[in-house]
């Protein structure tokens, strides 16, 4: 995150507390003020500052040991993805498709290179690679991100991979452009995706687009399973068909949402 602006408007002390936020990593809920200010560059007498005035707006709580993020955080999050209207739009069909599939779905926008997570519908499975909203994995070997990285033109494809991922996961998979090219030309011609171990071993999904009036795509949709219970035939076969059914049910009532006049 850039601590100074181009810009006169740059309010550099909001930037230095999202960075402070940021700084709490999955695995890491709990952070001393020398790590908090190690992790951010900042000063121990400026990290603090931020610090306590973040725990007085109730988003971080202090110990004797340090700091930790509070459940309100997700309100951030939150306020995004309502804003959005996906998830109240989507909820109903994701939950319809995974009692028909018995699999997790989820639903998933770009930022940058990575996909992060806006709306999930679990089932109790083990997996490899825990999910919840606002996760973020490399784009490229996901179903999601295949999805997205589709609907893109040739200059916005290139924009978005050059950017450095921050999902902190090494893919499996991390092909060369020409089949990267390929894979999303095949990708475009059938208008879903398939991802099988790319990301994670133990890992299959597939992904459709879901879109707006305008038939641009605004988000993506997958099945995901695990590769030891469900075969690749059986999630192309089977569940495909009700995902690309589902896709095509939430880009429908979104359309029309979005169409009808707010007061």
């Given amino acids: 995150m850039p601590r100074r602006g181009a810009g006169p408007d740059f309010i550099e002390a909001l930037a230095r507390g999202l960075e402070v936020i940021a700084a709490f990593k999955p695995g890491q809920p709990a952070m001393s003020l020398s790590q908090v200010a190690g992790a951010t560059g900042l000063a121990r007498p400026t990290a603090r500052r931020i610090l306590l005035t973040l725990e007085e707006l109730g988003y971080v709580r202090s110990y004797e040991a340090g700091f930790s993020l509070t459940p309100r955080v997700l309100e951030l999050g ?3 993805v309502r804003s959005m209207g996906l998830w109240d739009i989507a909820r109903p069909h994701m939950e319809h498709l995974v009692e028909r599939t018995g699999e997790s779905c989820s639903v998933a926008q770009l930022d940058g290179s990575d996909i992060v997570y806006v709306a999930r519908v679990a089932v109790p499975k083990l997996v490899t690679l825990s999910v ?16 997205l990285l589709a609907s893109l033109s040739a200059d916005g494809l290139e924009r978005v991979l050059a950017e450095p991922s921050r999902s902190g996961l090494t893919p499996v998979w991390q092909p060369e452009r020409e089949e990267r090219e390929a894979v999303l030309r095949e990708v475009r011609a059938r208008g879903w995706a398939l991802t099988d171990e790319q990301l994670a071993p133990g890992i299959r999904s597939v992904a459709a687009p879901l879109r707006d009036g305008s038939g641009r795509v605004v988000a993506a949709l997958n099945v995901n399973a695990h590769a030891a219970e469900t075969s690749v035939e059986r999630l192309v076969g089977e569940h495909l068909p009700l995902l690309l059914q589902t896709a095509g049910d939430i880009s429908a009532d979104f359309a029309r949402v979005a169409a009808v006049p707010h007061v």
């Fill in 78 to 80: 939150v306020a995004y």
């Fill in 132 to 147: 919840q909203i606002g996760t973020r994995f490399p784009a490229l070997p996901t179903s999601l991100g295949k999805v």
